[in-house]
Each structure stands twice: as structure tokens, then as C-alpha cells.
């Protein structure tokens, strides 16, 4: 999901722009002091979600959420501004959602992750997600990974052939993929059950697990080994 931030004041943008990556995986790929300069960005880019101020300088906030009103493929506008008489005339032109400056973490984090849920409930990430490599937004199928690893406040995914990054940690990665299909063997590691070619005993009774088609081989916690035995069977 991409978002842009349109909001005159750097304070506020960048108390916006730390709740966004700290709290979601939604990309910013652009930010604006001004609405007039969004509107030409948006004349040639499409983004998923809008973050919008009202009172700005050249174009007010209002009159350029009713202009992105009419656009034939609409991103969702949120505005984040401090004069509440708005309210009713941003419903109006279907505005996600609207919050009061000063607003707290908790009413942030809930808006991202509706934001979030929304865009998982419209069906694409059901069978796809989108991952990145090279500074690029490459589509992957879920049942072309083979593993996951954790990195700081990344994750590293890997296909067959090609590795690349989720801008979120592991947890909330395992929160998006199919549940019946994948596995947290260990705090720092995901695998895809249906490409588990061989399970290695290990000391303190834990597993080693060999992927087929690939070196790696991924570890199954001690804490998780009851889990694993059932999932897979092992008596």
C-alpha cells in the first residue's frame, strides 16, 4: 500500500511520517507542503491512501480532496487537521477517516491497521503480496516462497531464485500470510510446509529442516517441536 503526505508543517509530517513506518508497511513514496503540487503528482502517480491536511497554502485541503474526489480510480483520503467544523463536509466526499490534531498513538495505530485490514480484505494479498528488491515493488506469489528470516525490522523472503525484503517485521508478516500453508519454526524464521524436503534430528531433541531445491536449512525451536510433530505428523 502507498501513501502520500500532504501537510504545510515539517513537525507534522514528521510525527506522521514515524507513525506510519513504525507502525504499518504502508510506503511513503512521496510528501508535499503544499496540496497544489500533490494534485500535479497525482496527475501522473497513483497511490493507495492520501494523507491530508486542510488549511495549506495555494489550494485548501478540502477543495483538493474534492477534486481527487473525481478521479476514476480514487485513493482513500484520511485527514489529520486541527479545525473539527470539517467534519461533515469531509463524510461528504467519502474521506476514510478524519482526526483531530493533537491526536494520541492509540487512535494512529488503529487507523493504520484498518487502513491495513481493508486492503487485505479486498482480496489481491489472498494469493499475492508485494515484495521489494532494487528499490522496486515486485509482485510475489505465496507459494513461491520457500522461507522467511527475520532482520531487524525487516524480513528477508526467499523464492528459488530471487531474495527479497517485506518493509515490516516477522510478526506482523506472519499475520498476512496463509496460515495453512506456512510455519513459524523459530522466532527468527518462517517456512513453507509444502517445501520441507527433509527433517534433521538435532541436539536438545529440536529439528534442522532441509527446503528442497535449496542450501538453507532452517531451524525448528525446542519450544515449537510439539507443534511441528503434529503438524507434520511425526508420531
Not at 474521506?95 to 487485505?120: C, G, N, T, V, W
Not at 515486485?138 to 507459494?143: A, L, N
Not at 531487524?152 to 516477522?170: G, L, P
Amino acid at each position: 500500500m502507498k501513501c502520500i503526505i500532504v501537510e504545510d508543517e515539517y513537525p507534522s509530517r514528521e510525527e506522521l511520517k514515524y507513525f506510519i513506518k513504525e507502525y504499518s508497511a504502508i510506503e511513503i513514496v512521496e510528501e508535499f507542503e503544499d496540496a497544489l503540487s500533490a494534485l500535479k503528482f497525482l496527475e501522473k502517480n497513483n497511490v493507495d491512501v492520501i494523507f491530508l491536511d486542510i488549511n495549506m497554502p495555494n489550494l485548501d485541503g478540502m477543495t483538493f480532496s474534492k477534486l481527487v474526489a473525481k478521479f476514476k480510480e480514487r485513493p482513500k483520503i484520511v485527514f489529520i487537521t486541527a479545525y473539527k467544523e470539517y467534519a461533515v463536509e469531509a463524510f461528504e466526499v467519502h474521506a476514510f477517516d478524519y482526526i483531530l490534531k493533537p491526536y494520541s498513538k492509540e487512535r494512529m495505530i488503529h487507523l493504520l491497521k484498518k487502513l491495513e485490514d481493508q486492503e487485505e480484505n479486498r482480496g489481491y494479498k489472498r494469493d499475492k503480496i508485494i515484495l521489494c528488491k532494487n528499490e522496486k515493488m515486485i509482485v510475489v506469489d505465496w507459494m513461491d516462497i520457500y522461507y522467511c528470516e527475520a532482520h531487524e525490522r525487516e524480513t528477508i523472503v526467499y523464492t528459488k531464485d530471487e531474495k527479497y525484503i517485506a518493509k515490516m517485521n516477522i510478526s506482523q508478516f506472519l499475520e498476512k500470510i496463509p496460515k495453512d500453508k506456512f510455519y513459524r519454526s523459530h522466532r527468527s524464521y518462517i517456512l513453507n510446509l509444502d517445501k520441507i524436503q527433509e527433517i534433521i534430528p538435532w541436539f536438545n531433541n529440536t529439528y534442522n529442516v532441509k527446503l528442497e531445491d535449496l542450501d538453507a536449512i532452517i531451524p525448528v525451536s525446542r519450544n515449537k517441536i510439539k507443534e511441528f510433530r503434529k503438524i507434520m505428523g511425526i508420531s
